[in-house]
């Protein structure tokens, strides 16, 4: 079995007792030319794996914040080809994992096969896509598998015994695992239902646990990082590169990142 540049990372991490932070960006939000200098920010700043989003037109996952940066970086004229042109600009300079983290419409579009061929070549590690049930995976991921990328999937509070099997079988990198129902977004507290579904969650695999949807801030990463092998962070990203203005933004995220990076470690105390 192909040890991916994922899996490397948890393992190092794992072997120094340290949570991950997994990153969101829109790709091509707010402009095109700005995502390689942004995601090397959030590298900077400590972000373990990058979640590399590709902008869509009906992102039914994501919350408000999210969506208008889809809608951003559509109206700069980004397409799947572009994000893809990202990926291999930053592979060029950094070793972290990068995740296209998508739907299934434009995957469909451009083709199982062809994607995973160029995503390969481009620098990818896995795939993420959010409405693609695991259910009927089973296509999608011998496409990716024979590229030798990894496939993530999302549980929920929700998801039945069943739903965890099959993602167990057809998941590997990370579970992603979601904090509570609903679409993306900052939240005040974490949910308490985190812990009992990693716990719970740890009976079908022994995948790497990266929790998400909420989280915002350093004592949030602390008390996701205290439980789960991975924090993962998006909108609070999204919403700063929205609201600060483009000379200050690589510094903010990248202080961002620092901050949540800290706070996961201190997680595990």
Do not use: W
Request: charge should be negative; include cysteine; charged fraction near 25%.
């Amino acid at each position: 079995m192909i040890l991916t540049r994922i899996s490397q990372r948890f393992n190092e991490l794992r072997a120094k007792n340290e949570p991950a932070l997994i990153a969101y960006v829109t790709a091509g939000d707010p402009l095109p030319e700005m995502t390689v200098d942004i995601v090397n920010a959030l590298i900077r700043g400590g972000a373990d794996v990058i979640e590399l989003g590709v902008p869509f037109s009906d992102p039914i996952a994501d919350g408000p914040v999210i969506m208008r940066a889809s809608e951003r970086a559509l109206a700069a004229g980004m397409t799947v080809e572009k994000v893809l042109g990202v990926a291999q600009q930053l592979r060029a300079t950094t070793d972290v994992p990068i995740v296209l983290f998508t739907y299934l419409n434009p995957v469909m579009r451009y083709g199982f096969d062809k994607l995973a061929a160029r995503a390969k070549q481009a620098g990818i590690d896995g795939f993420l896509l959010t409405d693609l049930s695991v259910e009927e995976a089973e296509s999608f991921v011998a496409a990716v598998k024979a590229q030798d990328l990894d496939t993530v999937f999302l549980v929920a509070p929700t998801s039945t015994d069943r739903r965890l099997e099959l993602v167990a079988k057809y998941c590997s990198g990370f579970v992603y695992v979601v904090s509570r129902t609903g679409v993306t977004g900052e939240q005040a507290q974490v949910s308490a239902g985190v812990k009992p579904l990693v716990e719970k969650l740890r009976r079908f695999t022994d995948l790497p646990l990266g929790v998400g949807f909420g989280i915002a801030n350093a004592d949030q990463a602390a008390e996701v990082g205290s439980v789960a092998d991975g924090v993962v962070v998006g909108s609070a990203f999204v919403r700063a590169i929205e609201t600060t203005p483009a000379a200050e933004v690589l510094d903010r995220i990248e202080r961002m990142a620092r901050d949540l990076k800290q706070g996961a470690v201190r997680g595990r105390g």
